[in-house]
């Protein structure tokens, strides 16, 4: 990599941990329909569109409905979250986020978000974050979700920055998938056994810089 130019940012388990009032609202509807839905399920939902998720929670259930009545539980699952959400503060924001966010900025690196959430203005508005970032791409960006490489090929291009420069920040694996099929260069945050991908992988962004992303990339 010649240049660092960009770095895209999931918003969940990146810059902050949301996964918690997913998980909450997912618990509840399950519990509606009459099933447990326990934390081990609930980490086959990471990176996956709500769709999706909610499809993988029927099948843990053993439960099948026509689409719109899918539709009418996923409208229900997102205004509980959003009623979680509601409630967020600036201290949830994920250690070393937001001085890295600043710290890129600094150095004249563009930021952008990449998330699947179609929450994410609001999330950011709640831990005053909206202003960090040169572009928000999100779930109303893109209509194919994670793995496939939309969401930060979208994020690039509202930047005006070619793929080959971005770096992507991210603690799923169907996110570090739609990075690579991207063409960038990857982050991952947390497991290393899950991440295996991803170009470099570290359990959280506590004293990362940018000195360290150059280190890394340019002058590996």
């Known amino acids: 990599m010649e240049q660092i130019k960009a770095c895209i940012f999931d ?5 902050v941990d ?9 618990k509840r509807l399950a519990q509606e329909l009459g099933f447990e839905f326990t934390e081990q399920h609930n980490e ?5 569109s709500r769709m999706r998720s909610l499809e993988i929670l029927l099948e843990v259930g053993g ?6 009545k899918m539709e009418e539980m996923a409208a229900k699952k997102n205004a509980w979250y959003v009623e979680y959400i509601q ?7 994920l250690p070393g986020a937001k001085e890295l966010l600043e710290k890129l900025r600094t150095n004249g690196v563009k930021t952008a978000l990449g998330s699947a959430s179609k929450n994410s203005p609001l999330i950011l508005e709640r831990i005053g974050l909206k202003n960090h970032f040169d572009a928000i791409c999100d779930g109303n960006s893109v209509t194919v979700a994670k793995p496939a490489p939309d969401i930060f090929l979208a994020a690039a291009k ?3 920055i070619s793929a080959e420069y971005c770096i992507v920040f991210e603690d799923a694996e169907a996110g570090i998938e739609a990075a690579i099929n991207a063409g960038m260069q990857t982050v991952g945050i947390g497991n290393p056994q899950i991440l295996s991908r991803a170009n470099v992988v570290v359990p959280n962004l506590i004293g990362f810089t940018y000195n360290k992303l150059v280190e890394l990339f340019i002058n590996k």
Do not use: C, Q, S
Not at 11 to 15: I, N, T
Not at 18 to 24: D, E
Not at 63 to 68: H, K, M, Q, S, Y
């Open 44 to 48: 086959r939902l990471k990176g996956v």
């Open 87 to 93: 409630k967020m503060t600036p201290e949830e924001i």
């Open 18 to 26: 949301t996964a918690k009032y997913h998980y909450l609202a997912w």
């Open 158 to 160: 509202a930047l005006n």
């Open 11 to 15: 918003l969940d388990g990146v810059v």
């Open 63 to 68: 439960l099948t409905f026509p689409v719109n």
